[in-house]
C-alpha cells in the first residue's frame, strides 16, 4: 500500500464518515455542518489523484456557495434549531436496507470488476491549464449549453421565490375579500 | 493507486446519499442527500479519467460540468423548497401528500394540518367583531 493509498484511505474515511453524519444527525445545522467536511475530505481526494482544478471548483462551488445556500433555506423555512427528532421519517428501516443492498451490490460489483485496474498518478493531469484548454477545445459546446441552463436556473429561482410575479396566490386575495366584506 | 479505493469510496458515498433520500423527512436534508449523491458521481468521473489518460480529460470536464448542474439544482430546489413552506407552512415531505391515490387517510390527515392556519385566522376577527362592536377591527387594520 502506497502512500497515495492511505491518504487517500483516511479522506475516503473522512468523506464517508461525516456523509453518514449528514444523514443521521439530529440536528439540522449540524447536518450543512458536516456537509462541508465531507465536501472537503472530497476535495482532498480529488487533490490525491491530481485533479486539482476539480479539487479548487469542489471546494468554491459546494463548500462555498451550496452549502450557504443550504444554511439560508434552513434558516428562511424556520426549522427547528436544537435537537429535533421529527428529522427521520418512519421508514427509516426500510431506508437502511435499500441503501445496504445498493451499497453491497456496488461494491461487490466493483471490486470484481476492477481488482486489477492500477492507476499511475502523474502529477499535471488536472491543472487549470489543461483542464481549460480541454473545456475551450473540445467541451465548448456543452460548456455554453450549460452557462445557458445556469442563466435559466438562477431566473426560474427568482420567478419562483418572488410574491409579485405571476399570477396572484389565492391567500391575499381572501384576505382582501374578507376585509372588503368587513368593510361593508 | 488501485481503482478499486475511489470506486468503493463513492459507491459507499452513494448509499449514504441514497439512505438520506429515503430515511429523512425535511426536504432540505434530502436536496443535501441529493448532493451527497452527485459527489459520489463526481468522485467516479475524476477516478475514471485518470486511470483512463483520457486525451480530451472528458471526465474531469463532465465532472465540473455536474457541479455547476448541482449548483443549479440546489439554487432551483431551495427556491420550491420556500414556495412550498409559503403556501403550507411546512417542509416535511411526508405531510406533502395531496397527490396520493387513496384518499380516505389523506382527506382525514389534511385539512387538520393545512386548514387551520388559513381559515382560523380570518375567522377570529369577524367574531370579535361581530361581538365585541365596530372599534376593534379597525384599530387592528390601522395597526397593520
Known sequence: ?184 | MHVVYPAVVAALLFSVGIYGVLARRNAILVLMSVVLMLSAVNLNLVAFDVWLRDRLHGGQALALFTIVIAAAEAGLGLAIALLVFRTRRTIDVDALNSLREDHEPAAAAEPAETEPPVQAEPVQPAEAGAEGGLETPSAERGTQ
Open chain 1, 1 to 184: 500500500m502506497t502512500a497515495q493509498e492511505i491518504v487517500f484511505l483516511l479522506l475516503g474515511v473522512v468523506t464517508v464518515g461525516s456523509a453518514v453524519l449528514v444523514v443521521t444527525t439530529r440536528q439540522l445545522v449540524h447536518a450543512a455542518l458536516w456537509l462541508v467536511v465531507s465536501f472537503g475530505g472530497l476535495a482532498g481526494s480529488y487533490l490525491v489523484l491530481t485533479a486539482e482544478f476539480v479539487a479548487w471548483a469542489q471546494v468554491l462551488i459546494y463548500v462555498g456557495a451550496v452549502v450557504v445556500l443550504l444554511l439560508f433555506g434552513i434558516m428562511l423555512t424556520r426549522a427547528p434549531i436544537g435537537r429535533s427528532d421529527a428529522l427521520d421519517s418512519g421508514n427509516r428501516w426500510a431506508a437502511l436496507a435499500v441503501a445496504t443492498a445498493t451499497a453491497g451490490v456496488l461494491v461487490t460489483v466493483v471490486v470484481r470488476g476492477f481488482k486489477d485496474a492500477y492507476l499511475p498518478l502523474r502529477a499535471g493531469g488536472g491543472t487549470a491549464g489543461v483542464i481549460g484548454s480541454s473545456v475551450f477545445r473540445a467541451w465548448v459546446l456543452p460548456f455554453e449549453v450549460l452557462s445557458v441552463l445556469l442563466l435559466a436556473a438562477l431566473i426560474g429561482a427568482i420567478v419562483l421565490s418572488r410574491t409579485d410575479v405571476g399570477p396572484q396566490r389565492p391567500e391575499p386575495s381572501d384576505d382582501h375579500d374578507d376585509q372588503g366584506r368587513e368593510d361593508a
